[in-house]
């Protein structure tokens, strides 16, 4: 999976930012992975965080290991490791979650569990990381643009 979006454009080129294809990686193997952890890594280990695969559980445990093992590298101290959830949302094809219909609303888009169905397990997880109050939202429209639901 090496598939950056559009919106994410300003900063892949360098990988100055932590893509949503490594965030979703980072929620299926548990780590917390801080921009300040990303920015010491190499070109080349971001390129390979960006390449390894992280789906099933041995990928995942691989990831978390080849990651932790980084980050105990350039800092002295592993990453907080995080609860991997069961059931994500992302991978939920019938609901939509409540964050994602607010944010919506707001930007005047009406998204259907029809147009959710047809959404990748990625496009759903970046989605869910852009309508979170937490997140700089900006790009949540940007999103839905290219993702086809308006």
Same mark, same amino acid.
């Given at each position: 999976?090496?598939?950056?979006?559009?919106?994410?454009? %300003?900063?892949?080129? =360098?990988?100055?930012?932590?893509?949503?294809?490594?965030?979703?990686? *980072?929620? =299926?193997?548990?780590?917390?992975?801080?921009?300040?952890?990303?920015?010491?890594?190499?070109?080349?280990? &971001?390129?390979?965080?960006?390449?390894?695969?992280?789906?099933?559980?041995?990928?995942?445990?691989?990831? &978390?290991? +080849? +990651?932790?093992?980084?980050?105990?590298?350039?800092?002295?101290?592993?990453?907080?490791?995080? *609860? !991997?959830? %069961? =059931?994500?949302?992302?991978? =939920?094809?019938?609901? !939509?979650?409540?964050? !994602?219909?607010?944010?919506?609303?707001?930007?005047?888009? %009406?998204?259907?569990?029809?147009?959710?169905?047809?959404?990748?397990?990625?496009? &759903?997880?970046?989605? !869910?990381?852009?309508? &979170?109050?937490?997140?700089?939202?900006?790009?949540?429209?940007?999103?839905?643009?290219?993702?086809? +639901?308006?």
């Amino acid at each position: 999976m090496t598939e950056f979006f559009k919106f994410e454009a %300003d900063f892949v080129d =360098n990988l100055r930012c932590i893509p949503m294809q490594v965030r979703y990686k *980072l929620d =299926n193997c548990g780590v917390k992975l801080k921009l300040s952890h990303w920015h010491q890594f190499t070109e080349q280990e &971001r390129q390979t965080l960006v390449e390894m695969p992280c789906t099933s559980q041995e990928e995942s445990q691989k990831y &978390r290991e +080849l +990651l932790q093992n980084l980050i105990v590298e350039k800092t002295g101290t592993p990453a907080k490791e995080l *609860l !991997i959830e %069961d =059931n994500p949302a992302w991978m =939920n094809e019938e609901e !939509i979650p409540e964050t !994602i219909q607010q944010k919506a609303a707001e930007s005047s888009v %009406d998204i259907t569990v029809k147009q959710w169905k047809k959404l990748t397990p990625l496009q &759903r997880f970046a989605l !869910i990381k852009l309508s &979170r109050s937490s997140h700089e939202n900006k790009n949540f429209y940007p999103a839905v643009q290219e993702f086809g +639901l308006v």
